[in-house]
T-cell receptor
Framework: RKEVEQDPGPFNVPEGATVAFNCTYSNSASQSFFWYRQDCRKEPKLLMS???SGNEDGRFTAQLNRASQYISLLIRDSKLSDSATYLC????????????FGTGTLLAVQP | EAQVTQNPRYLITVTGKKLTVTCSQNMNHEYMSWYRQDPGLGLRQIYY???????DKGDVPEGYKVSRKEKRNFPLILESPSPNQTSLYFCASTRRGGNQPQHFGDGTRLSIL
């Protein structure tokens, strides 16, 4: 079983749609959680951290369910510029900054 | 401007010819790491360093070496490259602490023929 699992997609959605990505992780001792965005052939960039109480940043909402070992990302009112691969990332140990990356979910927002 | 700089961005070379990919950060970060990214496998950590002169293996260290003689630099060395090391490589840095985001370089695309 992969340490961090995501649906690879692609998710093809029209502009303005709401889309949700899910991610599960296997290590119950994982410390912190992130969503990164990666454009084609570019470096990953932090989209948002994920907090236990859930958090929102504009059109983006992240949720964490520690009991189910499950992380989600909701994007409302999708824009063409949201087209990218979204990486679910888990830090298994606060001491080492070691990140485990999911393989990513590809989002294509259509006009 | 805060950044992580990798060089070269692209390299095509032949099996067995030693190469070094440089990585430099200007944010005084303690923690640096190297990843490779392959289709269907995501980013996998090769080596990491928690501070100067402190390095350790990640998940896929075979065929690679690193060094951390200065805080800002973390070169990746392929002593005898092989075709299975053809990949997209990223260097990243962060402050110590579990909730810190990692800053990535632009990536280096290596092709080993």
């Amino acid at each position: 079983r992969k340490e961090v699992e995501q649906d690879p997609g692609p998710f093809n959605v029209p502009e303005g749609a709401t889309v949700a990505f899910n991610c599960t992780y296997s290590n119950s001792a994982s410390q912190s959680f992130f969503w990164y965005r990666q454009d084609c052939r570019k470096e990953p960039k932090l989209l948002m951290s994920v907090y236990s109480s859930g958090n929102e940043d504009g059109r983006f909402t992240a949720q964490l369910n520690r009991a189910s070992q499950y992380i989600s990302l909701l994007i409302r009112d999708s824009k063409l510029s949201d087209s990218a691969t979204y990486l679910c990332v888990v830090n298994e140990s606060g001491a080492t900054n070691k990140l485990i990356f999911g393989t990513g979910t590809l989002l294509a927002v259509q006009p | 401007e805060a950044q992580v700089t990798q060089n070269p961005r692209y390299l095509i070379t032949v099996t067995g010819k030693k190469l070094t990919v440089t990585c430099s950060q200007n944010m005084n970060h303690e923690y640096m790491s190297w990843y490779r990214q392959d289709p269907g496998l995501g980013l996998r950590q090769i080596y990491y360093s928690m501070n100067v002169e402190v390095t350790d293996k990640g998940d896929v260290p075979e065929g690679y070496k690193v060094s951390r003689k200065e805080k800002r630099n973390f070169p990746l060395i392929l002593e005898s490259p092989s075709p299975n090391q053809t990949s997209l490589y990223f260097c990243a840095s962060t402050r110590r602490g579990g909730n810190q985001p990692q800053h990535f370089g632009d990536g280096t695309r290596l092709s080993i023929l």
